[in-house]
């Protein structure tokens, strides 16, 4: 399983920034049966889960960004989104896509993508 995350930027205070994982070189069963999350790690920070989204399609969010960010999934496309509103200046932080096979007890990272919010 390979990911590729897109989408960062720089943005102002109470903006809104798109995050994509495309998850495009696997098979559509194995997108079904992969739960994917979005982390992110702000410089001298560990990293933190954001928003999940079960192979089943249960949601869940960190407190911080619950009610501004929506994670979602595309099966046609083999795609994840972040959809990130109200973006803070506490946000920033490096963005990366996760898959877990969990059949397997796999993970897969994608590559980080920036996101900085400016105030």
């Known amino acids: 399983v390979q990911l590729q995350a897109s989408g960062g930027g720089l943005v102002q205070a109470g903006g809104s920034l798109r995050l994509s994982c495309a998850a495009s070189r696997s098979i559509l069963s194995t997108f079904r049966s992969l739960d994917f999350g979005w982390y992110r790690q702000a410089p001298g920070k560990q990293r933190e889960l954001v928003a999940a989204i079960s192979n089943g399609g249960t949601t869940n969010y960190a407190d911080s960004v619950e009610g501004r960010f929506t994670i979602s999934k595309d099966y046609t496309k083999k795609m994840v989104y972040l959809q990130m509103n109200s973006l803070k200046p506490e946000d920033t932080a490096v963005y990366y896509c996760?898959?877990?096979?969990?059949?397997?007890?796999?993970?897969?990272w994608g590559q980080g993508t920036q996101v900085t919010v400016s105030s």
């Open positions: 996760h898959a877990r096979w969990v059949e397997y007890g796999s993970d897969y």
